[in-house]
């Protein structure tokens, strides 16, 4: 089983739709992050969470540690949101490991 | 802004070529990660050190070695390169627990 796993593995949304990707882990951690990365493989990363919830924009992540899950929403999506993003967790019990999720390949069509 | 600079972003090499990828961060960061990203597997740890000649084993390190002589730069190493480690290498640093992860660019490396 992975450790971080992420749903669904590929999305395909109409221009203006509301977006969800999850994120579920096992380990315990100090921290998340949601990380963006465009087809030409650079990754910037969008939220770093460890309670709660963050809003940049049109973007949304939540953060329920009891429950070891996380949500990224995108509302109002955009054909320039396409891009795969990744969930990462911060491995609190090895030095801060940075495990990643295996990725959600999101396609917005205009 | 912080950066993590990976030195070379193109590289085709030879097998059996000893390789360098080279990753240097300007912010003092302590935690260095080498990833390696590969279609359908997403980004596995190869190595991680989390101080200046201080080295951890990730996930798949078999074939590969790790240099951190120096706090900002962290260097991965094929000691002999196969054509199995064709793939993308992704640089991350972090200043410690709490911290934003930063990446490098990545380095496209291709072994013919």
């Known amino acids: 089983k992975n450790e971080v796993e992420q749903s669904p593995q590929n999305l395909t949304a109409q221009e203006g739709e509301f977006i969800t990707i999850n994120c579920s882990y096992s380990?315990?951690?100090?921290?998340l992050h949601w990380l963006q990365q465009h087809p030409g493989g650079g990754i910037v990363s969008l939220f770093m969470?460890?309670?709660g919830k963050k809003k940049h924009g049109r973007l949304i992540a939540t953060i329920n540690i009891q429950e070891k899950h996380s949500s990224l929403h995108i509302t109002a999506s955009h054909p320039r949101d396409s891009a795969v993003y990744i969930c990462?967790?911060?491995?609190?019990?090895?030095?801060?490991?940075?495990?990643f999720g295996p990725g959600t390949s999101l396609s917005v069509i205009p | 802004d912080v950066k993590v600079t990976q030195s070379s972003r193109y590289l085709v090499k030879r097998t059996g070529e000893k390789v360098f990828l080279e990753c240097v961060q300007d912010?003092?960061?302590?935690?260095m990660f080498w990833y390696r990203q590969d279609p359908g597997l997403g980004l596995r740890l190869i190595y991680f050190?989390?101080?200046?000649?201080?080295?951890e084993k990730g996930d798949i390190p078999e074939g590969y070695s790790v240099s951190r002589e120096k706090k900002e730069r962290f260097s991965l190493i094929l000691e002999s390169a196969s054509t199995n480690q064709t793939s993308m290498y992704l640089c991350?640093?972090?200043?410690?627990?709490?911290?934003?992860?930063?990446f490098g660019e990545g380095s496209w490396l291709t072994v013919v």
């Open positions: 991350a640093s972090i200043r410690g627990p709490g911290n934003t992860i930063y």
């Open positions: 050190s989390y101080d200046v000649k201080m080295k």
């Open positions: 969470l460890s309670s």
């Open positions: 380990v315990g951690i100090s921290a």
């Open positions: 912010m003092d960061h302590e935690n």
């Open positions: 990462a967790v911060k491995d609190q019990t090895s030095y801060d490991k940075v495990i």
